[in-house]
Every structure is written in structure tokens, then in C-alpha cells.
């Protein structure tokens, strides 16, 4: 997982975070260490639509990236309080 800096939120980042943690199956966490990459999948958590935190030096890190730019995942806008399930249910894909 990699956070933005925070300097434009629209969003609480860290809310949705917990909300999708406290949702993965057992034994399935986030990291922000990229030791160990790479990972099946990437989460880029941004709070506004600019998406900054994306580098192209990431795609090493994982083999499938999550986008959440503002109120969007993977470029699909949606209410906040659906975000958590969005990103949940691309994990489980």
C-alpha cells in the first residue's frame, strides 16, 4: 500500500484503510515495505483526483495496482462510504 501526502484530501484515507482492514480475510494484511515485492496486488490510496503518489518506478512492486484517486477507484467514481467495498472487491477478483 502506498499513502499520498495528505496535502488535498477529499477523503479519509486512513478511514477506508481500517475499513478494508478489518474486512480481509484472515492472514491477509497491507504492508508499505517493498521487500518483499513483488506483491499480487498494489493499493495507491490518494486523497484527491491528481493521484501524485504514482510513480512508474511502483509498477515493480506489485503485479496489479489499486487506484483510489479522491472519490474514485480505478478511475470509477463513486460515494466515499462505497469506496471500502470497491477495493474489496477487487481483491477478491
Not at 481500517?18 to 508499505?32: H, K, N
Request: aromatic share 6%; with cysteine.
Amino acid at each position: 500500500m502506498k499513502y499520498c501526502g495528505g496535502c488535498n484530501c477529499q477523503i479519509d484515507r486512513s478511514k477506508i484503510i481500517s475499513d478494508v482492514e478489518v474486512a480481509l480475510p484472515e492472514g491477509d494484511r497491507f504492508t508499505t515495505d517493498t521487500a518483499n515485492s513483488p506483491f499480487g496486488m498494489g493499493l495507491l490510496i490518494c486523497g484527491c483526483m491528481s493521484a501524485c503518489a504514482w510513480r512508474p518506478e511502483m509498477t515493480v512492486w506489485a503485479k496489479r495496482w489499486v487506484v483510489v484517486a479522491g472519490k474514485t477507484v480505478d478511475s470509477r467514481e463513486m460515494p466515499e462510504d462505497q469506496i471500502a467495498a470497491a477495493i474489496l472487491g477487487k481483491i477478491e477478483a
